[in-house]
């Protein structure tokens, strides 16, 4: 099994400012990482897939690279709408997919 | 617009069988696509339960695998979760979701399951 690390758990960012979220794999998953905000209460929403592509209507303030075992989210400029938690998830190794822990991004 | 709702009790026995059904709306199952299951136990982080192709052909987490069985009724266009042998620790909200490459683009609004006596 692919064991997804995410740091740090909590991220406290000010709005306007610059979030960069890590995730990290305990082996190569190439490029098939996928990141995830959830808010309270909602479904996991996707950010990002192929490790820096935007997923459908997710604003150009998100990006994402990196590849083989250490991947970043960066968020440019937080949003009030930001404030979430984070999941990465590797798809390279089906059985199974695996998640990160998840990174808490709350206002400083 | 795609759609999916999960649908089922929200409270099992334990040592019983949890069953869901997701029902999808704007998109025919059987034109492509992988349907999976995901939960999420409360305050906790996501796990991936398993998914199927519209083919039929099916991919369990090893660590539930004997106990699940995803199935797709693309007459009805749903797929179902069947959990087995239930205990507390299969308490979560569950979610089903449409994925590509296995990347989840869609996703119902979730379901919490209470495994209690």
């Known amino acids: 099994e692919i064991v997804m690390t995410q740091s740090p758990a909590t991220l406290s960012v000010s709005p306007g400012e610059r979030a960069t979220l890590s995730c990290r794999a305990s082996?190569?998953?190439?490029?098939?990482l996928a990141w995830y905000q959830q808010k309270p209460g909602q479904a996991p929403r996707l950010l990002i897939y192929?490790?820096?592509t935007r997923a459908t209507g997710i604003p150009a303030r998100f990006s994402g690279s990196g590849s083989g075992t250490e991947f970043t989210l960066t968020i440019s400029s937080l949003q009030s709408e930001d404030f979430a938690v984070y999941y990465c998830?590797?798809?390279?190794?089906?059985?199974?997919?695996?998640f990160g822990g998840g990174t808490k991004v709350e206002i400083k | 617009q795609v759609q999916l709702q999960e649908s089922g009790p929200g409270l099992v026995k334990p040592s019983e069988t949890l069953s869901l059904t997701c029902a999808v709306s704007?998109?025919?199952?059987?034109?492509?696509?992988?349907w999976g299951w995901i939960r999420q136990p409360p305050g906790k982080g996501l796990e991936w339960i398993g998914s199927?192709?519209?083919?039929?052909?099916?991919y369990y987490n090893p660590s539930l695998k004997s106990r699940v069985t995803i199935s797709v009724d693309t007459s009805k266009n749903q797929f179902s979760l069947k959990l087995s042998s239930v205990t507390a620790a299969d308490t979560a909200v569950y979610y089903c979701?449409?994925?590509?490459?296995?990347?989840?683009?869609?996703w119902g609004q979730g379901t919490l399951v209470t495994v209690s006596s």
């Open positions: 998830q590797q798809y390279n190794n089906w059985l199974p997919l695996t």
């Open positions: 199927i192709y519209h083919s039929g052909s099916t």
């Open positions: 979701a449409r994925a590509l490459r296995m990347d989840y683009d869609y």
């Open positions: 192929g490790a820096s």
């Open positions: 704007g998109y025919s199952i059987s034109s492509g696509y992988y």
């Open positions: 082996q190569s998953v190439s490029s098939n």
